[in-house]
């Protein structure tokens, strides 16, 4: 199948795209960075998803995973949810398409972090569920998965702090992060593997959404 992937210059992209050519698709990356993946089945486009140009011409597309994004900028709604809207009325939203994936956060159920980056990705959920009606009658599905804490560059902040990564896991039941390449499981397995579940969205946050402090 032909997967387009936007943001797969690094973390949760590039595992996804690397997790695809394994399984002998052909994949499209669509980022503002160049290519770090050196396949005969890749095609990295750069491209800034939040100019107002027009889209890259990518050819059919079977599968397509929103993934870029940002946090705690000023440009947090502009790219998490409208270019995800625009990538999605564009590439997702046609005869041919198979399965959509969106990438949002367990921040769009619990509302933390920085307050545009979780209203993005709370838009992203209720745009899922509208995108999976319209694109069912070509008998495809849509749907979303929330990570939590991942282990990424951008995270290395966290991570690489002892102090604050010990307060992090006393808020994580499991006691760990995702990987990158869990994450990609996920999303190969709901867009390959997933036939009948659509308009859904995964948590994936090692427990942290179910944490509780029992006060008597």
């Known amino acids: 199948m032909n997967i387009l992937i936007t943001g797969t210059s690094s973390g949760i992209g590039r595992s ?25 089945a890749y095609r990295h486009v750069c491209f800034d998803l939040r100019s107002t140009g027009e889209l ?18 000023d440009e947090d709604i502009d790219l998490n949810l409208k270019s995800l809207i625009r990538v999605t009325e564009k590439y997702g939203v046609q005869p041919a398409i198979r399965s959509i994936l969106n990438v949002a956060s367990a921040s769009a159920h619990s509302g933390a972090e920085f307050p545009a980056y979780a209203a993005s990705k709370g838009g992203v959920l209720a745009y899922t ?4 009606m319209r694109v069912a009658p070509w008998g495809a599905t849509c749907n979303s998965i929330s990570p939590g804490g991942v282990l990424t560059e951008s995270n290395r902040h966290v ?4 102090a ?5 896991m006393e808020e994580t039941p499991l006691k760990k992060w995702a990987s990158t390449e869990e994450i990609a499981e996920w999303i190969y397995f709901l867009t390959v593997t997933n036939r009948s579940m659509t308009a859904q969205d995964v948590i994936v946050d090692n427990g942290e959404m179910n944490n509780y402090h029992f006060v008597w």
């Open 16 to 40: 996804a795209a690397l997790r695809f050519l394994a399984g002998g698709h052909r994949v499209t990356g669509i980022d503002i960075l160049p290519g770090t993946i050196a396949y005969d």
């Open 56 to 73: 890259p011409d990518v050819g059919e597309v079977h599968v397509l995973i929103n993934n870029a994004g940002v946090q705690g900028t």
């Open 129 to 132: 569920k509208n995108v999976a």
């Open 159 to 162: 991570t690489d702090d002892p």
């Open 164 to 168: 604050l990564w010990a307060r992090v």
